[in-house]
């Protein structure tokens, strides 16, 4: 038996730290060489309205798509400098090149990704971009089955599987030991294929759910960090005997390059509450992206240790939570939810309407995907939900590692368990935050009436937690209540839209014309049109301002519209998630209010990441 040594443990930690500094040092260097390599991508939200590419300039809130490169490059340099120090054998160094090699093809893809949209306004199409991942994995699959001495054995869970073991295994047993096929058996073939399979569609699941996480600043980097780690204590036992299993020294290196490049970003991609709808107030800490090539690249990574130390399922399923939450919430709302309820489902609300239904109409179970959009466009501060997500992420890594190397299985399984169950949870909250309602909140005890709100959730309270969150309050009160129906459809659960339009009606009820109008311009045009009834009250708050013309009166709904489409030529750049647009599901501001305008949020927008006050 043939155990690492002390001196190899000191040169692993030495190879951490090495890959670390050079990604923070050469992420730097990447950004002061490369400043206006930056996407000129539009890609139309949940609540966006589609607009045109052409005739863009430099973004205001884009940032350098070079953090990718930077690391990609720091982590093949390592990880060639760390086999020359550690004297791999030839076996371990195959194993190190493919690993390295696929890292190198999955960023290559990403960043013929990156320089179209930079470029080209416009990345690969989804077709090409899966296909080219699809490819380098089924490349890496190839090689890992010709020139690593493991490769072609069979193993544990698949080779035990009923029907699946007889095709891979020439003679599958009880024992959990390794399978070895041979040429020209049927099991030689039949491996070979299915390792193409396994290692192709694991590496592009894994690649591009890391790349759907990349959607905020240090969302993807950090859960990145906390994976890798995982990983890397995962398959610490085979540091124990290198003879049996001599993958476990590179693999080893592999996860703690991949965890030192992502550190070593994040301070280039630290999170902050920064927002372009609050750029005025907060300043951005954030100075480059990691793009397409740096979220493939990490991802791919990330499978390829999985699949060489036989951890797919401990991947797929505890590791990479956070990754699977936000791939699977892209796959269940936009692939199979939203091309059903368009082609099946009919709306009997709007059946004889006629008019288009968007997909917001539809009983989605997220107001926008990837899954961090919901949350954001729920009003989470942007900081706060990264290190949540972070902090998710460690939880399923702690896991994770408890059912590794726990060697007592209930244990194992409690853990399994309880990672279903964080899940599952998690996924639930989509349904349970999506819809809102209108409710009455006390009024300060200033007055005996009781203002009328905006909440989110379920309007119930079970010991005490309240299962609702307060989005913002209306001055009307509940005196603007006609009738026992309108009474009955407060506290029950409705769309935004809905939710909006119905307390539009109360503050025209109550007077409030330009806080009327604001709580109807957050409506995206589309839903506004299912709604006839709102149209007719526009025209008559229209025709009510018509007839004051003092000077402090709000401007009148084409005035406003006017004003609205003068401010957004110069708004409207970037890339910008969902909730960086003006959304239903933000809570109204006072100056809205006064106003009835909805483009003021978008005054404050300055180039990248400054405050009006470093501008001048």
């Known amino acids: 038996m043939k155990a690492i040594q002390f001196e190899q443990v000191g040169w692993l930690l030495l190879i951490f730290a090495t890959c670390l500094a050079g990604s923070l040092l050469l992420c730097g260097i990447a950004k002061k060489l490369f400043p206006t390599f930056r996407s000129g991508e539009h890609k139309p939200g949940t609540h966006r309205m589609d607009m045109p590419t052409v005739g863009r300039e430099i973004k205001t809130v884009e940032l350098p798509l070079v953090g990718g490169p930077a690391f990609t490059i720091a982590i093949i340099i390592t990880g060639i400098c760390a086999g020359y120090f550690l004297h791999l054998d030839q076996n371990q160094w195959n194993l190190l090149l493919i690993a390295l090699g696929a890292t190198a093809g999955y960023a290559i893809i990403g960043f013929l990704d990156d320089w179209r949209k930079v470029y080209r306004n416009k990345g690969l199409s989804e077709a090409a971009k899966f296909s080219g991942v699809f490819l380098v994995s089924v490349v890496a699959a190839v090689c890992y089955f010709f020139f690593f001495s493991a490769g072609q054995e069979s193993y544990s869970i698949w080779k035990d599987l009923p029907l699946l073991g007889n095709l891979i295994c020439g003679n599958p047993s009880a024992v959990d030991l390794p399978c070895r096929v041979t040429f020209p058996h049927a099991a030689y073939f039949g491996w070979f294929i299915f390792l193409i399979l396994l290692i ?16 905020f600043d240090g969302l993807a980097g950090g859960l990145v960090f906390s994976a ?27 996860c703690l390059i991949c965890a030192g490049a992502a550190l070593g970003f994040l301070p280039w991609n630290w999170p902050s509450p920064w927002a372009a709808r609050r750029s005025a107030s907060v300043k951005r800490r954030a100075k480059i992206y990691m793009g397409d090539s740096g979220a493939l690249a990490l991802g791919g990574l990330l499978a390829m240790i999985a699949l060489f130390s036989r951890n797919e399922i401990l991947l797929l399923t505890t590791i990479g939570g956070v990754f699977v939450l936000e791939a699977l919430s892209v796959i269940v709302s936009t692939r199979i939810l939203t091309p059903f309820y368009r082609k099946r489902m009919k709306i009997l609300r709007f059946a004889n309407n006629g008019d288009f239904i968007p997909h917001t109409e539809f009983p989605l179970p997220f107001l926008a995907t990837p899954l961090h959009h919901h949350f954001d466009l729920l009003g989470w501060n942007r ?23 726990d060697t007592i299985s209930w244990q194992r399984y409690l853990a399994r368990f309880l990672a279903f169950v964080l899940m599952a949870g998690i996924w639930s909250s989509g349904t349970w935050s999506k819809c809102y309602f209108v409710g009455k909140q006390p009024n300060s005890g200033r007055t ?35 009738t026992p129906t309108e009474d009955m459809a407060l506290f029950q659960r409705m ?29 995206p045009e589309r839903n506004r049109l299912l709604r006839p009834e709102i149209a007719r009250l526009l025209a008559e708050v229209d025709n009510r301002l018509a007839l004051d013309k003092h000077e402090t009166q709000p401007m009148k709904r084409d005035q406003l519209r006017a004003r609205i489409e003068e401010q957004r030529q110069p708004i409207l750049t970037g890339n910008l998630p969902p909730a960086d647009m003006p959304n239903p599901h933000e809570p109204i501001s006072a100056e809205e209010v006064n106003s009835g305008e909805t483009g003021s949020p978008w005054k404050a927008l300055v180039p990248d990441n400054k405050t009006p006050s470093e501008q001048s």
């Open 448 to 482: 005996r009436h009781l203002r009328l709100a905006l909440y989110y959730g379920y309007p119930l309270s079970i010991m005490g937690i309240r299962l609702y969150h307060h989005v913002e309050s209306i001055d009307a009160s509940e005196d603007v209540i006609e």
């Open 200 to 215: 192709g569609f694991t590496g592009t699941a894994t690649a591009v759910s890391v790349d759907f996480s990349d959607g």
């Open 228 to 254: 890798a780690l995982a990983l890397a204590i995962a398959i610490s036992g085979r540091l124990d005997d290198l003879i049996t299993h001599p993958e476990g020294l590179v693999l080893e290196v592999l």
């Open 495 to 523: 769309t935004i839209f809905d939710a909006r339009a119905m307390l539009g009606l109360y503050c025209y009820r109550a007077g409030y014309f330009p806080a009327a109008m604001a709580q109807w311009n957050r409506i």
């Open 383 to 405: 900081k706060h939900l990264v290190y949540a997500a972070w902090t998710l992420g460690a939880v399923f890594a702690v896991l994770s590692v408890l059912i590794s190397v």
